[in-house]
């Protein structure tokens, strides 16, 4: 029996893409294995861990939960489009100077969460914080430095009062 | 440290993150050479079994499919490992032959063009099997009634027994005894990277490399030449960015060998990551201890003499790291307290279920954890504050160099400080007075307290350390950082040496062709010992460089100094750049008489003594009576781990080492069903604390420096893990006093919580 296969058409960090995927692949192994982006990673395939969130047309969804073609025509958005080895993005340079990060496995699907959350909410408690990371399991850090990194984070992102 | 340590003791952000902050990390399955197969393994559904067939033709058949191989088809030895002397070692088959023993033991693999199409065909492969009786509970098979290995004929794999002092003598004098069993459950370690291996063979070249997400590819080498008759020099192993380990990638698996073996007959890269669901059963889990003590103290809280009868659940076989972990239990048993009569066994069990091995503390956490609840439990007796009895039984100041009754040594150390500093830092007092207030109001306060030692560092490391001549410089260390940041504290030790700032050090590690040997990381090892070997050979760099701007600066060797990046006659204008040092030293004819081009030397530093990391710590919990529910309200550390180069580094293994302790003493188990099912397939029902759960930690620290290694480090790895599983669970035990409740096993999780308040209130 041949796989069933189809073809679809949507947009990765802003290019348009037309892949032919097997039905029952998912978004992560699509976006993974044959657009070659493999900041997604996959940390448990049920959608208990969130290593593999990514954005679905600007709101977090985990890549492993959903078939790459129900993201057909959506626009799908994942860390690598987050900011550029030059000018990082200031949650990803937020992570990076408060040690938010360890082994680095599941920190692009936080730091794609906290990017969302942080454009709903940009002046959150700790606590606020501390909720939006609940779905993400982190086996490194202990969580401290990642919520300082979100607070730092979200003073870089308000815009300067003046 | 003396002069130049510019770097050394920065909170420098890390040299590994901007490329794990944008997901250009290399992990294992991120790596996806032209045409690899891809490997599902077939697993043993039953924890004993016999194997009457094995049926693979369909599978065979399925699309995609290019081999089915079960043991018969490959005939490769068992997985290799080692294992204390005297200890009866059973071998990890690398696939079943004849009998399983637990369930998740590898059975047949698939290789197909696609992980879905192996998944696929793996079901498809039919395997008769004959169930027999399981052995699951350690009590139980210390009987030998059920043979987990026939040929052994006993259970046991390892008994080890130590005698110290005049334990009798003690315990006939004792104003008390405390007797009480205590029992350590088994967790899984839950690197959010599971494991994975990608082999490609080379047949032209006769070559193997693999990469794999392992703590020691040194090892993994070793092995994987053993196991394929291969010469360690055809084989390259590398450990790319690896997502965590915690212990339980220090074992070479069955996987790795299973999957080198299958690329070097298949002439094609070969690969297998772990499912979550595979790596709850099939990597190996940590603690699974229990023990029975006898505590004798005198009317002031003194611990005379300690007896402890300890049996470890081991699994069903040994890999590399089984058999130690126990064993150290033991050795490690009297902790930091000054306790001179010690009577110990230990014995090391098989049992139908998924081997244990290191996980993050690896026998010193259950050593660390028996003590400090019997410490409470003594101070429960007396009717004593808990803080006063660990006060009065802490080795003082002037016991170091120590020697423990069971062998232990602790090379220096303040302990008497560190509980000092905790309680008030904390304010204990007051806290005390808090709990008493609101008991009034019908809350349940509890403070757990936690003093440790841990006696850590083994083994020796080389390093290498070359100057380029654009000034650059590259550190070669066989450590092997998965997380922890390594690279950055090894390359501000070479930047201090070399005069060359951290950005401009390139560490590799994790790649057995570069580096020739290595004990990779775990033990709290990696600055301690690849650190001191890093210093050694930047050392020497250090010198030859001297002796170059001596000869280019016309100044006696003696009268050069590195300052800043820059050698500088003393007491005169002339200096020359480290950069063109480092250009000279590559023209030979720019060298002094007796010198030879080039900018590179090693260095080695060999563990004569191990190091002994220190702390105290204090948690404080709310207990809800209705719920049994735990809310962890403040979490006070005081951590010595010697000289430090990166707070930044070391703080985050103190956080993330007491959540991980957290998990072990509220939440997490792996529980079997006595017929040897494992009660937890994934991570919905296997409780990993979230962010919503930890505590943030008030983090404090005091500096004893070790006089083992010229960086006066001690390690820091698995200080978090040792000393904070005992401080959430006395602190739990503490608020349950009050219902009479003094000893409770973890995880104390709001059932088993509720239910002895309901129990206590029913008696009391």
């Not at chain 2, 794999?157 to 007797?179: S, T």
């Not at chain 2, 009050?738 to 029913?762: C, N, S, Y």
Request: with cysteine; hydrophobic share 40%; proline share 6%.
């Amino acid at each position: 029996m041949r796989e069933p296969v189809r073809t679809i058409q949507l947009s990765v960090n802003g290019q348009a893409s037309t892949v032919t995927v097997p039905v029952r692949k998912t978004l992560a192994d699509v976006l993974r294995e044959e657009l070659r982006l493999t900041g997604t990673h996959v940390g448990c395939e049920q959608g208990v861990c969130g290593a593999c969130t990514v954005w679905l047309d600007g709101e977090p969804v985990r890549s492993c939960l959903l078939l790459a073609v129900q993201a057909e025509g959506h626009q799908v958005t994942t860390v690598e489009a987050l900011g550029t080895a030059d000018h990082l993005h200031p949650v990803q340079q937020a992570f990076w100077e408060n040690h938010g990060l360890q082994c680095g496995f599941c920190t692009p699907g936080i730091l794609m969460t906290v990017v969302a959350f942080l454009r709903e909410h940009p002046a959150p408690s700790r606590e606020e914080i501390r909720e939006a990371l609940a779905g993400h399991l982190c086996r490194c850090t202990g969580y401290q430095n990642i919520v300082r990194a979100v607070e730092d984070a979200a003073r870089r992102l308000r815009p300067a009062r003046g | 440290m003396g002069e130049g340590t510019v770097w050394t003791g920065r909170r420098m952000p890390r040299l590994e993150d901007p490329k794990l902050v944008r997901g250009r990390g290399a992990f294992v399955d991120d790596l996806m050479p032209e045409g690899t197969l891809h490997v599902a393994v077939v697993r043993s559904p039953h924890a004993h079994a016999r194997i009457l067939r094995i049926e693979a033709a369909r599978a065979r058949g399925a699309p995609g499919v290019v081999a089915v191989v079960t043991a018969d088809d490959l005939s490769l030895p068992p997985v290799p490992a080692e294992g204390l002397r005297g200890a009866k070692l059973a071998p990890h088959p690398t696939l079943a032959r004849g009998v399983v023993r637990y369930v998740g033991e590898p059975v047949a693999a698939v290789v197909a063009a696609s992980r879905a199409q192996a998944e696929d065909a793996a079901a498809l492969v039919e395997v008769a099997y004959e169930p027999l009786e399981a052995v699951t509970d350690p009590q139980e098979a210390l009987h030998d009634r059920v043979l987990v290995h026939p040929e052994l004929r006993t259970n046991v794999a390892y008994r080890r027994q130590v005698r110290a002092g005049d334990p009798d003598g003690a315990f006939a004098q004792a104003y008390r005894v405390v007797r009480a069993t205590i029992r350590q459950q088994r967790v899984a370690a839950i690197p959010m990277e599971t494991r994975g291996v990608l082999a490609s063979w080379d047949g032209a070249l006769g070559l193997l490399t693999v990469w794999s997400s392992t703590q020691v590819p040194h090892d993994l080498r070793d092995a994987l030449a053993d196991a394929l008759g291969l010469e360690a020099n055809r084989i390259r192993v590398v450990a790319p960015d690896v997502g965590g380990g915690f212990g339980a990638k220090l074992n070479t698996y069955p996987e790795e060998v299973l999957v080198a073996e299958l690329s070097r007959r298949l002439g094609r890269p070969v690969k297998w990551v772990e499912s979550r669901r595979e790596n709850l059963v099939a990597t190996a889990q940590g603690r699974s201890q229990a023990g029975e003590f006898e505590v004798a103290c005198d009317p002031r809280g003194r611990i005379l003499a300690i007896r402890a009868r300890l049996v470890a659940d081991i699994g069903a076989y040994t890999l590399a790291t089984t058999v130690d972990i126990p064993a150290l239990t033991v050795r490690v048993l009297t902790g930091p307290y000054a306790i001179d009569h010690v009577q110990a066994e230990v014995a090391e069990v098989y049992t139908h279920k998924t081997p244990t091995g290191a996980y993050r503390g690896a026998g010193r956490p259950e050593a660390t954890f028996y003590l400090e609840r019997l410490v409470d439990l003594v101070a429960a007796e007396l009717r004593l504050d808990a803080a006063v009895v660990r006060r009065r039984n802490l080795l003082p100041k002037s016991a170091f160099p120590y020697r423990s009754p069971t062998g232990a040594r602790y090379d220096s150390g303040d302990y008497r400080k560190a509980l000092r500093v905790l309680l008030d830092r904390a304010g204990y007092r007051e806290l005390r007075r808090q709990q008493a207030q609101l008991r009034a109001q019908g809350r349940y306060l509890g403070i757990g307290l936690s003093c440790y030692v841990e006696v850590c560092t083994f083994g020796w490391e080389t390093a290498r350390v070359r100057v380029a001549p654009d000034g650059s410089a590259v550190v070669f260390t066989g450590t092997s950082p998965h997380g922890q940041g390594g690279a950055t504290g090894l390359a501000q030790v070479a930047a201090d040496r070399l005069g060359i700032p951290p950005d401009r050090v390139q560490v590799v590690h994790g790649d057995t062709l570069a580096v020739a040997s290595g004990m990779g990381t775990a033990g709290s090892r990696t600055l301690v010992v690849g650190g001191s070997a890093v210093l050694r050979a930047a050392d020497k760099v250090r010198r030859k460089m001297q002796r170059i701007a001596a000869h280019l600066l016309e100044a006696s060797v003696r009268d050069v100094e590195l300052r800043d990046g820059v050698f500088a006659v003393r007491g005169s204008e002339r200096t020359v750049t480290v950069a063109a040092v480092a250009e000279a030293a590559y023209q030979a004819s720019r060298l002094p008489e007796g010198l030879t081009p080039g900018l590179e030397e090693e260095g080695t530093f060999v563990v004569e003594q191990a190091t002994a990391p220190f702390g105290a710590h204090l948690c404080v919990v709310e207990v809800d009576p209705e719920t049994g529910e735990v809310d962890v309200l403040r979490y006070v550390s005081v951590d010595d781990c010697g000289v430090v180069v990166n707070p930044l580094l070391v703080e985050g293994q103190i956080q993330g080492g007491v959540v991980q302790a957290m998990g072990q003493a509220l939440l997490e188990e792996v529980a079997y069903d006595p017929a040897g099912q494992p009660l937890v397939a994934t991570l919905a029902d296997y409780p990993v604390p979230r962010a919503v759960h930890a505590p943030a930690i008030e983090m404090h620290r005091t500096v004893t420096p070790s006089p083992t290694n010229p960086l006066g480090a001690k390690g820091v790895g698995e200080a978090g893990t040792i000393g904070a599983t005992p401080a959430f669970a006395n602190a739990v035990l503490d608020a349950l006093r009050t219902f009479g409740v003094l000893h409770l096993d973890t995880p104390l999780r709001p059932e088993r919580v509720w239910r002895a308040i309901r129990e206590g209130r029913a008696w009391g």
